[in-house]
Nanobody, 114 residues
Framework: QVQLVESGGGLVQPGGSLRLSCAGS????????MAWFRQAPGNQRELVAD???????NYIDSVTGRFIISRDNAKNTVYLQMNSLKPEDTAVYYC????????WGQGTQVIVSS
């Protein structure tokens, strides 16, 4: 059974940093185009960043230059390094394959507030 487990969220002040982790089981993440999504209260879930099996990275405009998606193949884990966090980054963050068709995990809550 394929499972993705997110962790690393928390409360951080504006300008701070967090690193989110997505640990996979039942599937080799390095063979898939993996992505991070987020859902803020009252909003639809949106794609934030993705990394292809070849290592190419893509970001939405609002996080470009601040977030970095990466992968550790030995650990079967995908990361999202988030720097210069803003209050508008507050959301529950999820990982999934790019198509978003793996059952969603619990996500990890990120709150950016002073």
């Amino acid at each position: 059974q394929v499972q993705l487990v997110e962790s690393g969220g928390g409360l951080v002040q504006p300008g701070g940093s967090l690193r989110l982790s997505c640990a996979g089981s039942g599937m080799r993440l390095n063979l898939r185009r993996m992505a991070w999504f987020r859902q803020a209260p009252g909003n639809q879930r949106e794609l934030v960043a993705d990394i292809t099996s070849g290592g190419f990275r893509n970001y939405i405009d609002s996080v470009t230059g601040r977030f970095i998606i990466s992968r550790d193949n030995a650990k079967n884990t995908v990361y999202l390094q988030m720097n210069s966090l803003k209050p508008e980054d507050t959301a529950v963050y999820y990982c999934n394959i790019y198509a978003g068709t793996i059952p969603w995990g619990q996500g990890t809550q990120v709150i950016v507030s002073s």
